[in-house]
């Protein structure tokens, strides 16, 4: 049985060059090649700055913008590093609420963001879709239901001073449907919609 | 649930179906040794590892010496990540500057991807080197896997053999594995998954300026090498810290198919296999029914009960109803781009296989939508289950199943003309009793220690709910958690640990034994008395043991956790 130490050692180290340096510099290579954009994270740029990645979820706190769904993810507390602070759309550090159904916490801080966001939103034409007011279980979520976008246009509309039948449509064209129309669900990249609207309709600086 | 929802699940056992067929056939070539399209490529490159590697492909070994040439290469890599993991810092290929990983959380994080578990009490990308997901993680979702699927073909070959006293090279096995199934597999996988989004490259972290002039540092690395393995040989550790819910890590619907299609894909292959290669395709078709229908019943349970959503969110006046325009329902912890049913089945798939990979957050579901992947584990990881380890589970409650028919009626059990006799059923049930014995102790353990309580993040029956899928995701070789959970403690480190090795050899072991007894044995001819194993007839008795079995031993502390917490919600009390 001892012979058998041998061979157990030598295959570890011979995968492990094969699998662990071999496998996924070749990945590497290969997919940098064929898929360079989405290799290196689809990032976004604009007048030569990064913004963003059309992957990754932004914060949006104006009210001109379209807003994310809320995010859990956290940073290190800046005056006990071992503490957490909550720091929505940290890209170092994605995370779900794991908040559990029945906890009074969670369903008491839920209904603060249900008021604070019908507050928010005074003309809201539906009623307040789910994903608006639950955390993701990435915390970097790109996308909101268009429902939820439906949910914010008039703000944004009033907010620009611009007919909500025209951002509607501008909102029409940046909704991607199911893929195949088959597989996920309707959605509308929050960072990509709110360049389009930049784009549009500049925000006075 | 609509039928929009209905559609995606049956699209999805389509798509599974449709791949395991063929690539069972595929598999069950590879491991008679004959030859496949892929022999001039990988042929030369398999015997020269063969001999730099002094194996003797030729020289077959007694059940003990498998099992022990098993635990061997299960040790020698676990040692050489942990050391990989102690010095990252001094390693090359760190652009985040991730300092040495901690003992206790290096020692659980060895023993997790060693295991093919994958539990993570860490965050990847704040926490691993790129490095260190290349060798460790990367190399570990091959090795783990290949293990697996080693002790199963060692299983098949005591059916298929007469009077022998052997069950086949384990280096042999593991290195085929590897090489002419896993390996062109991942890289088709990895391929596409970039295509539709993921990253695979070395850069650094991008700093980028968002609309409103914030700075937001991206995360990103070698993701898709790791990710299509972490799929294909049912590990599921996640590159990322939200895993498969990371954008990065399940870019769109699409992605997530693929990801879902290919925890499933081998191991549901490995049961058409099975049947080719003990000459009798029904018996395959049997048991890949049996898996189907379980899985079917947790897919649908779970879509329910997510879809229904929180009772007292929707009492805030807040619209769950799903439409074309929005996915409504539970969408605490969930993506948009998934949705509920999507979250549904991968939850579902996650955990009857031991991928253990997320793409939403369990710990968030409603007490019944959690309950699904808990209950789906507590059975034993046989709804497909782990690559290799998924069947010789299943084979273990076969043989369980049939000494059941066995004293209805009075006769000697016998499966697929092996007689089984008593060191059969004793291992057999050795191997089901582990589970129960590993999840209600450590749990128990953890309730009453200040150090087990202190990692709860909920109060009240969920709180036992997290630390009792932290204890079943361990012994399941899973991985997947209710994330609440604080386990990156010298306590939850080590005994989670403990409960991962308990889970994986203290089961591969007595089914290598199981193995080795059965190879020595005759086979029968089938008489008038034989009782069929690949009818309805015998599903139903499958399933009704698993069922049972598992039920029984569980259904207690599922009531005081799950169960009660779902009436509690429905009466609006809270913790």
Not at chain 1, 164 to 189: D, H, K, M, Y
Not at chain 2, 263 to 271: D, K, N, Q, W, Y
Not at chain 2, 390 to 398: C, Y
Request: charged fraction near 10%; aromatic fraction near 8%; charge should be neutral.
């Amino acid at each position: 049985m001892i012979k058998q130490i041998l061979p157990a050692t030598l295959l570890t180290l011979l995968l492990t060059v094969l699998l662990g340096l071999g496998y996924p510099l070749a990945m590497t290579g290969i997919a940098g090649t064929l898929f360079p954009t989405q290799a290196h994270g689809s990032l976004i740029e604009k007048n030569g700055t990064v913004v963003g990645s059309a992957l990754i979820g932004q914060t949006f706190a104006k009210p001109e913008y379209f807003h994310s769904r809320p995010s859990a993810t956290t940073d290190a507390d800046p005056a006990d590093a071992t503490k957490t602070v909550p720091s929505p759309y940290n890209a170092v550090n994605s995370m779900g609420s794991n908040a559990a159904p029945s906890s009074k916490a969670y369903i008491e801080s839920t209904q603060a963001l249900v008021d604070q966001i019908k507050a928010e939103n005074p003309d809201a034409r539906i009623p307040l879709p789910v994903d608006l007011v639950t955390a993701s279980g990435s915390g970097l979520d790109p996308h909101a239901s268009p429902a939820a976008i439906e949910y914010q246009l008039p703000r944004v509309a009033k907010a620009h001073g611009i007919a909500e039948a025209e951002l509607r449509a501008l909102v029409a064209s940046q909704t991607e449907g199911r893929v195949f129309g088959i597989l996920g669900e309707a959605r509308v990249n929050v960072l990509k919609l709110n360049l389009a609207l930049d784009e549009r309709w500049p925000l006075a600086k | 649930m609509n039928a929009a929802g209905i559609l995606q699940i049956v699209v999805y056992f389509a798509v599974l179906t449709a791949g395991a067929i063929p690539l069972g056939a595929y598999m069950a070539r590879i491991y008679s040794g004959e030859r496949t399209w892929l022999d001039p490529v990988l042929g030369p490159f398999e015997r020269a590892i063969y001999k730099v590697c002094c194996v003797k492909p030729d020289q077959e070994q007694h059940w003990t010496v498998y099992a022990f040439s098993a635990l061997m290469f299960s040790v020698v890599g676990l040692l050489l990540m942990y050391a990989v993991m102690r010095l990252q810092a001094m390693l090359p290929l760190n652009p985040a500057g991730q300092a040495a990983v901690p003992p206790d959380l290096a020692f659980n994080t060895a023993i997790s991807f060693t295991t093919n578990t994958n539990w993570q009490n860490y965050g990847g990308e704040s926490t691993m080197a790129y490095l260190t997901q290349m060798l460790g993680m990367t190399v570990k979702n091959f090795t783990s896997a290949a293990t697996g699927m080693a002790v199963l073909v060692a299983l098949v070959r005591g059916f298929a053999r007469r009077q022998s006293k052997t069950v086949g090279n384990f280096y042999v096995d593991a290195v085929r594995s590897i090489l002419y199934i896993l390996l062109p597999l991942a890289v088709v996988v990895t391929l596409a998954l970039v295509w539709q989004g993921m990253p695979q490259s070395f850069d650094a972290y991008t700093e980028a300026t968002t609309l409103e002039g914030v700075k937001q540092v991206i995360a990103q690395g070698p993701v898709a090498s790791q990710v299509a393995i972490k799929h294909l040989g049912t590990n599921g550790g996640g590159f990322f810290n939200a895993n498969s819910a990371h954008p990065f890590e399940n870019p769109t619907a699409l992605s997530n198919l693929i990801e879902m299609a290919g925890e499933l894909l081998i191991s549901a292959g490995l049961v058409f296999a099975f049947g080719r290669m003990i000459g009798d395709k029904r018996q395959g078709r049997a048991l890949y029914i049996a898996m189907a229908l379980m899985l079917v019943v947790g897919i649908t349970v779970c879509y329910w009960a997510e879809a229904a959503g929180n009772p007292l969110v929707q009492a805030m006046g807040v619209d769950v109803a799903s439409s074309d325009l929005a996915p409504g329902g539970n969408m605490e912890g969930k993506e948009v781009r998934f949705g509920i049913a999507n979250s549904a089945i991968f939850a579902a798939a996650t955990t009857g296989t031991s991928t253990g990979a997320v793409n939403a957050m369990h710990d968030s579901f409603t007490p019944i939508g959690g309950m699904v992947p808990l209950v789906n584990m507590m059975l034993g990881e046989v709804i497909f289950g782990g690559v290799g380890c998924g069947l010789h589970g299943m084979i273990v409650f076969v043989i369980v199943a049939v000494f059941i028919a066995g004293l209805m009626v009075g006769r000697t059990p016998e499966y697929l003309g092996k007689k089984m006799e008593t060191r059969e059923v004793k291992l057999a049930v050795l191997c089901i009793l582990i589970f129960p014995l590993s999840i209600l102790g450590f749990g128990a353990v953890a309730m009453v220690l200040p150090a087990g309580l202190a990692g709860m993040s909920a109060a009240g029956p969920h709180g036992l709910s997290e630390v009792l899928y932290a204890y079943t995701s361990a012994t399941a070789n899973n991985g997947s958690a209710f994330g609440g959970l604080s386990g990156n403690t010298l306590f939850y480190n080590t005994t989670l640990a403990a409960a991962m090795l308990i889970g994986r050899f203290l089961i591969i072991v007595p089914t290598l034994a199981i193995a080795g007894s059965l190879a020595a044995k005759k086979i029968v001819p089938p008489s008038a008395g034989t009782f069929p194993t690949h009818g309805s007839l015998f599903i139903g008795l499958l399933i009704a043991v698993i069922v049972v079995i598992g039920g029984l031993t569980f259904f207690p502390v599922l009531a005081l956790g799950p169960i009660v917490e779902h009436f509690a919600l429905a009466a609006g009390t809270l913790f």
